[in-house]
């Protein structure tokens, strides 16, 4: 709605608009009018069927579609990325296995741990991909924690192979 015609309709109901926000001023359009002051509140349900300004409050169907596309995305490259160091560490392992004593068994070593965090990650990804869109943000810091780790460590096992 445009903010022109919420003006309009504050001064109509003797709300003093100076320079509230938008999401402010309907709030307080809703207290006026005996509603429930939530605008833009509300995630996926509003139980307040009578308020005039519950179809501009509650998330689209596009926005919601966009949400969607972007934890596609964003699972799809994590998936991706650890195929590739999966393959990585399958190599590694191969190079290992004719390295010989103390070599060897610290070689194994940091391919268990990388594996290890691989699985973990991968849980994470899981719970990014049931997540809601509430706890997406919070829910993807973990996993872009998690997988940093997992870079920093690969890249140093890489490097005792180089």
Known sequence: ???TLVKEKAKQLGIQVGKMKKVDLIRAIQSKEGNFPCFE?????????????RKACLPTKEMEKKYEQTKTLYLKKIKAELETL???LTDLKKKSQKTMGAGKTEALAEIHKLEKKIEDLKKNAQGLATA?????????????????????????ALAKFS
């Open 86 to 88: 999966t393959d990585t």
């Open 132 to 156: 809601s869109e509430d706890a997406w943000e919070i829910t993807k810091q973990g996993v872009d924690k998690a997988w940093k780790g997992l870079r920093d460590s690969a890249k140093k």
């Open 41 to 53: 509140t509300a995630k996926d349900y509003c139980n307040q069927l009578t308020c005039a300004w």
């Open 1 to 3: 709605m445009d903010m």
